[in-house]
C-alpha cells in the first residue's frame, strides 16, 4: 500500500509563501498521477494542483493559477506545492494524494474522490 507522508504549511501573512511536500513510500506511489487538495471550514474539498508523474504534466485549480506551482524531484518520490502570494482565502487544511491511471485532469481537480491514497494533511492559515 503506498504511503503518502506531507510536510511543511504553517501561518504567513497575505501576499506570503509557504511549501508543502508529499513523500511517497515508493516510486511514482504505484500510481500515475499526485494532486494536492484543500478543505477549507464549511466548504467542499477542492482541487488545487495535479501532476501527471510519468510526463511531468501539471494542471491546476483557476483560484491559485499563476501563485502555485506542483514539482516533483527526480527520484519521483516527493511532490512538493510552492504557494506564493498567499491571500486569507488560501487558509486551508491541505492534502495530497495519489492516484492510478485514467483519472483526468477534471476529475483529478474534482472532490479527489477517484484517489485512493492521501496524506495526513498540513494546515495553512493566512492572515490578513
Known amino acids: 500500500q503506498v504511503q503518502l507522508v506531507q510536510s511543511g504549511g504553517g501561518s504567513v501573512q497575505a501576499g506570503g509563501s509557504l511549501r508543502l511536500s508529499c513523500t511517497a513510500s515508493e516510486y511514482t506511489y504505484g500510481s500515475s498521477l499526485v494532486a494536492w487538495f484543500r478543505r477549507a471550514p464549511g466548504k467542499e474539498r477542492e482541487g488545487v494542483a495535479v501532476?501527471?508523474?510519468?510526463?511531468?504534466?501539471?494542471y491546476y485549480g483557476d483560484s491559485v493559477k499563476g501563485r502555485f506551482t506542483i514539482s516533483q524531484d527526480n527520484a519521483k518520490t516527493t511532490i512538493d506545492l510552492q504557494m506564493n502570494s498567499l491571500r486569507p482565502e488560501d487558509t486551508a487544511m491541505y492534502y495530497c494524494?495519489?492516484?492510478?491511471?485514467?483519472?483526468?485532469?477534471?476529475?483529478?481537480?474534482?472532490?479527489?474522490?477517484?484517489?485512493?491514497?492521501w496524506g495526513q494533511g498540513a494546515q495553512v492559515t493566512v492572515s490578513a
Open positions: 494524494a495519489a492516484g492510478g491511471p485514467g483519472i483526468t485532469p477534471v476529475q483529478a481537480l474534482g472532490d479527489g474522490r477517484e484517489l485512493p491514497y
Open positions: 501532476i501527471y508523474t510519468h510526463v511531468g504534466r501539471t
